[in-house]
């Protein structure tokens, strides 16, 4: 049903500020009568099926978890246990797949294999995780932040780290909303904006001192040094990013209120010290319970379009 209406969410620039808008209002709502234990179904017959090409904790609980509240069911594939291991084309895969669940949530490496996915899919297709970009972790994020602290419009978001998937999705999400992203990389590690894919680069600044990226900013954000994928690179990027952990002498040049975000999993001591991801401007718990809320408003969306 719908198929016209039918969209992915492949990136965060497939929605446009004012869908955010709609799902921040949808999330603060369907947050509310899950902590109110009271039961939303609005998805009763309809499947999930989620697709790992890569680990993960966060993703697939709170996509599981939050289908299941909506009412609905989930199928979880990993590449080893079907036949993507075995080279069945990604497009075949989809063809499959889509004839019989409602939607598909992946989990790869390129992003050109989740389009590949998604223009043979009769269904809408969530990006869960790609090496270009992590759009619902930059949704929840942002959900988190507008809890904490109201709108991001006219905000500072400082990145300090890698100019990863986290990253690349920060610049598309400042260029939507009106934000400005301070990033700071070692060199060789930059942000590439045709990689974001973002036209206007005046969202976002560089520097080269992290100290300098974390001034004045309302939010401090890094991640990991090695995404999944790179871990051939481990030891060089562990020599590479030393000046890059976020410490107390970052967090104390940020605004006094500013919060400190990790999308998880952290390494305490690497890209971040103990005292600030387990300190009191630290967020991280909520940002990783709001994936969940998120995404139930997201698959909502994908699935029903507007309610009300
Ligand atoms: N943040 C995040 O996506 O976590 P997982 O890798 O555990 O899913
Ligand atoms: N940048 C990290 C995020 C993990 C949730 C990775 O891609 O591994």
């Not at 063809?95 to 019989?100: N, P, Q, T």
Request: proline share 3%; charged share 20%.
């Amino acid at each position: 049903p719908g198929m016209s209406l039918m969209k992915h969410y492949l990136q965060f620039k497939d929605l446009r500020a004012e869908e955010y808008a709609y799902l921040f209002d949808r999330t603060r709502i369907i947050k509310t009568r899950f902590k109110n234990y009271e039961r939303y179904t609005p998805l009763s017959d309809r499947t999930l099926a989620m697709i790992f090409e890569k680990a993960s904790t966060r993703t697939r609980v709170s996509f599981e978890a939050g289908m299941y509240q909506l009412g609905g069911s989930v199928v979880h594939l990993t590449t080893g246990d079907s036949q993507l291991g075995r080279s069945e084309p990604i497009q075949d895969t989809a063809r499959v797949i889509s004839r019989m669940v409602d939607l598909v949530m992946i989990r790869t490496f390129e992003q050109q294999r989740i389009r590949d996915f998604a223009a043979a899919s009769r269904v809408p297709v969530i990006n869960g995780l790609t090496n270009e970009y992590h759009p619902c972790q930059i949704l929840a994020d942002i959900f988190t932040f507008i809890e904490h602290r109201g709108s991001i419009a006219g905000k500072v978001v400082a990145w300090v780290g890698d100019g990863n998937n986290m990253a690349n999705t920060w610049l598309q999400a400042a260029e939507i909303l009106g934000f400005t992203v301070h990033v700071s990389t070692p060199s060789g590690y930059e942000v590439d904006p045709a990689v974001a894919g973002i036209s206007n680069t005046n969202c976002y600044k560089v520097f080269k001192n992290p100290l300098d990226a974390c001034r004045g900013a309302h939010l401090v954000t890094t991640d990991v040094w090695t995404s999944m994928g790179y871990e051939a690179e481990n030891e060089a990027r562990i020599q590479a990013f030393a000046d890059w952990c976020v410490d107390a002498e970052m967090m104390a040049v940020a605004q006094p209120d500013a919060l400190f975000m990790h999308c998880l999993p952290a390494h305490r001591g690497e890209e971040v010290t103990a005292e600030v991801i387990d300190g009191a401007q630290s967020v991280v718990w909520d940002e990783a319970e709001n994936r969940m809320h998120v995404q139930k408003a997201l698959m909502e969306y994908l699935l029903l379009g507007r309610i009300g």
